[in-house]
């Protein structure tokens, strides 16, 4: 039972350039988060999912898109990366039966943008 | 939307005392509050949560407390160990049945704990 892990760890892109995260895990959770995490800043939610086939825009959404294709995956698209995207991102997942539940967090994708 | 606000930024405690850090929250809708850990380049990890329907719930050497008429909670340890050194952030969610909307962070408490 690996959890939630994230692909791939680290990645460093150019401006303009485009790339996919990963996000995959095994505990059959409905629900999915992409976070990105900056210095001082804390984690602000970029988008989620509450089902297959479903996503919703979170806090700070602008550039990126998801999709959530099959229960276990949920990709984060970025279709033209920029500086201000370099960050830490971290994806999590959620069972739910009907409270929140516990959101577990992959070990995070390190995005440098230059 | 949720608006978390989360003090101190830096807490340095001797090894043995207690710290606490304080978080508040904007919409009474809210009903969870996780507390996470982070060390540095790992992910963060729960360490305790507490739901509107109890004041205070306790783990070990961990408790939180929540008041929801003020509108904020704080995280308790106790005898702090220097393991406890790391990074805390507080969050809230209003996390109904039918559409968990994901969580609101705090900024981060980074706790030092002096030997």
């Known amino acids: 039972n690996a959890g939630v892990t994230q692909t791939p760890k680290f990645r460093v892109l150019k401006t303009g350039q485009s790339m996919t995260l990963l996000c995959a895990q095994d505990m059959n959770h409905e629900y999915m988060y992409w976070y990105r995490q900056d210095p001082g800043m804390g984690l602000r939610l970029i988008h989620y999912?509450?089902?297959?086939?479903?996503?919703a825009k979170g806090e700070v959404p602008d550039g990126y898109n998801v999709s959530r294709l099959k229960k276990q995956n949920f990709l984060l698209g970025l279709e033209s990366a920029a500086p201000s995207q370099t960050s830490v991102y971290f994806c999590a997942s959620s069972s739910t039966s009907g409270v929140q539940e516990t959101q577990y967090f992959g070990p995070g994708t390190r995005l440098l943008v230059l | 939307g949720e608006n978390v606000e989360q003090h101190p930024s830096t807490l340095s405690v001797q090894e043995g005392d207690s710290a606490v850090i304080k978080c508040t929250y904007s919409?009474?809708?809210?009903?969870?509050f996780p507390w996470y850990k982070q060390e540095l380049g790992k992910r963060p990890q729960l360490i305790i949560d507490?739901?509107?329907n109890v004041g205070e719930k306790k783990d070990q050497r961990i408790a939180v407390t929540l008041n929801k008429t003020a509108k904020h909670f704080s995280l308790h340890i106790t005898e702090t160990q220097p393991e406890d050194s790391a990074v805390y952030f507080c969050?809230?969610?209003?996390?109904w049945g039918g559409g968990a909307d994901g969580l609101t962070f705090g900024k981060g408490t980074h706790l030092i704990i002096q030997p």
């Open positions: 969050a809230a969610s209003m996390g």
């Open positions: 999912s509450v089902g297959e086939g479903t996503t």
């Open positions: 919409d009474s809708a809210s009903n969870y």
């Open positions: 507490i739901r509107s």
